[in-house]
């Protein structure tokens, strides 16, 4: 009898074993897991860093509340990464953070809609591996975040006249 093959179409979330067999991976709460594989499932190869954590996007899988919380962790524990840093763009548009899986190379940051961001990640074929230690050592607090964003901006500045 003949096996069919069987092709897969469409999109998956695909998180490596070596990650879920970590002990970093299974102290995570139930709403990082879950987090992390909905940011699994957004990733497709040519995004990473470039990835957005806000309500509209993540909003039918959990509350607001819960996916600050659920992102506070995956920050600290080094699953996720800030790739760029979220505020008021130039023409006063808000502008979400960007972050990158640790567990993939990052990738290029386009820019976007015309507004420039400053990658704190440069492209690369290497992983940054933090999961593996079960900590982030470029964690920032919300106001080393905001600072940092403020001196993003003024290097966008110093490049480019026209911002």
């Known amino acids: 009898m003949a096996r069919h093959k069987h092709k897969n179409t469409g999109r998956f979330a695909g ?22 594989t909905i940011l699994a499932y957004f990733y497709n190869s ?27 962790e995956l920050l ?15 023409w ?19 820019e976007k809609d015309g507004e420039l961001r400053f990658a704190h990640y440069p492209s690369s074929q290497t992983h940054l591996h933090y999961w593996s230690k079960g900590i982030n050592p470029d964690y920032k607090t919300k106001k080393e975040r905001d600072a940092q964003y403020k001196k993003d901006i003024k290097k966008i500045k110093k490049t480019n006249p026209y911002y």
Request: a positive charge; hydrophobic letters at 35%; zero cysteines.
């Open 76 to 90: 600290l524990k080094g699953f996720i990464v800030t790739n760029a840093y979220g505020g008021r763009s130039a």
């Open 15 to 36: 998180i490596p074993i070596s990650v879920v067999k970590s002990d970093a991976y299974k102290s995570l709460g139930g709403n990082a897991a879950k987090l992390l």
């Open 46 to 72: 040519n995004n990473n860093g470039n990835l957005a954590i806000t309500q509209s996007i993540i909003g039918e899988w959990m509350t607001k509340n819960t996916m600050y919380s659920a992102k506070d």
């Open 92 to 110: 006063g548009r808000k502008l979400p953070s960007l972050y990158g899986l640790t567990f993939y190379p990052m990738n290029e940051l386009k």
